[in-house]
């Protein structure tokens, strides 16, 4: 069974920026697609970023992209997520999720249901 524990959330204020971490245990992590998924009250959840499992591929939904960098070391079992330029709108809880799948595609990646594990989640609040 594999865990997932993220940390690095916050209260920032408009323009800030965070690192999220998430370490993974009880697997190999170096076998999972990463992805990072946000919620925010009354909404669905949201692809924000994934990575493929040897960080060849990254990609990002439009709402992040160009402030966001998704990373992960692979020796740390750790996988990062750095939030610049922050925006009262990225106001959520953060989940990290690991997949199994071996073929990483765009479009698979950015589906909830595609992962096998997920975090418990941490709170991000912009203020502005």
């Known amino acids: 069974q594999v865990r997932l524990v993220e940390s690095g959330g916050g209260l920032v204020q408009a323009g800030d920026s965070l690192r999220l971490s998430c370490v993974a245990s009880g697997g190999t992590f170096g076998s999972f697609a990463m992805g990072w998924f946000r919620q925010a009250p009354g909404k669905e959840r949201e692809f924000v970023a994934g990575?493929?499992?040897?960080?060849?591929?990254?990609h990002y939904g439009d709402s992040v992209k160009g402030r966001f960098t998704i990373s992960r070391d692979n020796a740390k079992n750790t996988m990062y997520l750095r939030m610049n330029s922050l925006k009262p709108e990225d106001t959520a809880v953060y989940y990290c999720?690991?997949?199994?799948?071996?073929?990483?595609?765009?479009?698979?990646?950015?589906?909830?249901?595609?992962?096998?594990?997920w975090g418990q989640g941490t709170q991000v609040t912009v203020s502005s």
């Open positions: 999720a690991a997949g199994s799948f071996g073929y990483y595609s765009r479009t698979y990646a950015e589906v909830p249901s595609r992962y096998d594990y």
């Open positions: 990575i493929s499992r040897y960080s060849a591929t990254t």
